[in-house]
């Protein structure tokens, strides 16, 4: 409502109770040194929200930057090559947290070794890529709320959605962030976004109630990064609206699960079954089965599958993009 808090100082803006940091404040810096092969764009690329998303941004440099809400409040950080090492450089009040956890979000805690190809298809995928690790963010609601909007839509509108309300309703980028960086709303800015911008932003009612419920408990589920995998799962689909796909798609990113398997999608069963079996009609419970010999280690047999490339020709027209903002 236009009035109702007094305007901000415009050369020091607050959100949440942090100051903005100007965009020439020095950074924090931190190099680390794989024990491996390291592929940037392999190992944060799942955290990309389409090629829009105004928390991750790529560069042509090789640079990847993101903009997170950490613990300690919202920080940018950049992260680049460096000799034989990764540079991390970041900025404002979440700066330290994030540089604390780069290498998890490099995926120092993920084993590649553990992995024993036994289909040709996989051994030949592992072998072109080397740089492959699991990232971990250690955030949850990061990945759960924008995990909930891609719920039984095309990732175009979920994409679409993200983009608006992290935009909307987001804070900016700290530090010198390529233009248009957000870090994602707080929980109780999410909590408090009208029905009508849900309705613009094309997230119907139930996941936006779904959403609405999950940051109601935020603290709660921002507890199970330190949880396992499957027991983070669990307290995540205690909530109304998220389910096993959801939950999967979760913890994938925040505790960088290798055996987070996604049910309930409605392309990966296909397509695990043609890459292992021919069999581009198998439902679930086949993909399951073909991927038991993995057992510990399934998401990574998936996305192996899926950076191979080799998905069953397409005999159908693609999924039509809704638009709720029209009812």
């Known amino acids: 409502m236009a009035g109702r808090f007094a305007p901000r100082p415009p050369h020091a803006p607050v959100r949440d109770g942090h100051a903005a940091v100007p965009a020439g404040a020095p950074a924090k810096t931190r190099t680390w040194v794989p024990d491996g092969p390291l592929d940037l764009g392999l190992v944060l690329g799942p955290l990309r929200r389409g090629p829009a998303d105004p928390t991750f941004r790529a560069m042509p440099d090789g640079s990847v930057w993101r903009a997170s809400r950490t613990p300690a409040g919202p920080g940018t950080l950049r992260v680049s090559a460096h000799g034989a090492g990764v540079r991390g450089e970041a900025w404002g009040p979440g700066a330290e947290w994030l540089l604390h956890h780069l290498p998890e979000l490099l995926g120092a805690a993920d084993d590649p070794s553990a992995f024993a190809p036994r289909h040709r298809l996989l051994a030949l995928t592992r072998h072109r890529r080397p740089g492959l690790r699991l990232t971990r963010t250690g955030l949850v609601l990061e990945s ?161 599958i899926l950076l191979s490339g080799r998905t069953p020709p397409r005999r159908a027209p693609r999924m039509p993009v809704g638009d709720i903002r029209r009812l």
């Open 144 to 304: 759960l709320i924008p995990s909930v909007l891609e719920q039984k839509v095309t990732t175009a509108e979920a994409y679409r959605a993200w983009r608006l309300l992290v935009r909307r309703y987001g804070d900016p980028a700290p530090g010198p962030a390529p233009g248009r960086m957000y870090v994602m709303p707080a929980p109780r800015t999410w909590a408090l976004i009208p029905s009508w911008e849900w309705h613009r932003a094309g997230v119907d009612d139930k996941r936006a109630s779904t959403i609405l419920r999950a940051v109601r408990v935020a603290a709660r589920l921002e507890q199970t990064a330190r949880m396992e995998p499957a027991a983070a799962q669990a307290r995540l689909e205690a909530v109304p609206g998220i389910g096993p796909w959801t939950s999967a798609e979760t913890v994938q990113r925040s505790h960088g699960a290798p055996d987070a398997v996604t049910v309930g999608d409605l392309h990966l069963p296909g397509i695990v079954g043609w890459a292992l079996a021919g069999d581009r009609h198998a439902d679930d419970s086949l993909m399951l089965e073909l991927l038991e010999p993995y057992a510990g280690q399934r998401h990574r047999a998936a996305r192996l």
